[in-house]
């Protein structure tokens, strides 16, 4: 079952990317697993907020949830280092990977289905409370407990292919094997206060050091570059805290620990 969703993903994405019209490529995409049961799930409701749905409450009798993460070309994220506002490689990037995200959903959909399993399926993005700016379903959480990575200062994930991407999920009752959840950080902040360049490269000071979030001013600066990309249909998109710093295309913590000590 694990191969042919897979299968399924990569399949996905290779024809949106030789769709004719397409903007953006994609490297390859990561896939993993959690369980329904997972005690994390319930946690959300003191994590995100009271109303976030476990995978039962979206889908009753669900055995597991699907994670995948579409990770940009390198040239996406380079485009969107300089300027305060997104460049348009990384508006399309947005808007076309969420529109990527709902063929995957569609497509995993119907072959479970098709093979006696039921699911359920979130949109990407703009399925969250307009005045909390928060949603019911956080892809990244429940894309933390799948282990498909680690949270960053910059509050995305960083997975094995980095942050610069777009997260998908689908809650299924077939059962599939979960994947184990690294306990090793993948922010170098984390690790040894290395880096800060999310928070240097913020254009709102939405991050700190402490960790900290101003979702409203980041917000509004995602409005700003929907406003000056009118051509993309909800461009509300920033991401100069994930483009060209450690975390963009890799998991830094496990290249650096990775690397021969130096000799002294
Ligand atoms: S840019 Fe640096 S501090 Fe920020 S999340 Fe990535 S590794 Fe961590
Ligand atoms: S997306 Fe932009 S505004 Fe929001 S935290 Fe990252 S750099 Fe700051």
Redesign the pocket.
């Known amino acids: 079952m694990k191969t042919w969703i897979e299968q399924e993903i990569a399949a996905a994405v290779a024809e949106a990317q030789a769709r004719e019209g397409a903007i953006t490529r994609w490297r390859a995409p990561l896939v993993a697993y959690a369980s329904a049961d997972d005690p994390l799930f319930p946690q959300l409701k003191q994590i995100v907020r009271a109303t976030h749905l476990t995978p039962e409450e979206l889908l009753p009798g669900a055995r597991s949830v699907i994670a995948w993460f579409l990770p940009f070309e390198r040239d996406v994220p380079r485009s969107n280092r300089p300027h305060r506002h997104a460049s348009e490689p990384w508006a399309a990037a947005y808007v076309e990977t969420n529109a990527l995200v709902g063929v995957v959903s569609r497509r995993l959909a119907d072959g479970l289905r098709a093979r006696g399993f039921d699911a359920a399926v979130q949109p990407a993005t703009a399925n969250f409370d307009k005045e909390m700016l928060m949603s019911d379903w956080s892809h990244k959480h429940v894309a933390y407990i799948a282990g498909l990575g680690q949270f960053?200062?910059?509050q995305m994930l960083?997975t094995a292919a980095g942050?610069a991407g777009r997260l998908g999920t689908l809650v299924t009752t077939a059962p599939l094997d979960a994947t184990p959840r690294s306990a090793q950080p993948a922010?170098?902040?984390?690790l040894d206060r290395s880096?800060?360049?999310?928070?240097d490269n913020c254009p709102v000071a939405a991050l700190t050091l402490e960790g900290s979030y101003d979702r409203h001013a980041c917000y509004a600066l995602c409005l700003e570059n929907a406003a000056v990309h009118p051509q993309h249909d909800l461009a509300e998109v920033c991401g100069k805290?994930v483009s060209v710093?450690?975390?963009t295309y890799i998991d830094?913590v496990a290249r650096k620990l990775a690397r021969p000590a130096p000799r002294v």
């Open positions: 960053g200062l910059h960083i942050s922010c170098l902040y984390t880096c800060t360049e999310c928070v805290c710093v450690p975390c830094p």
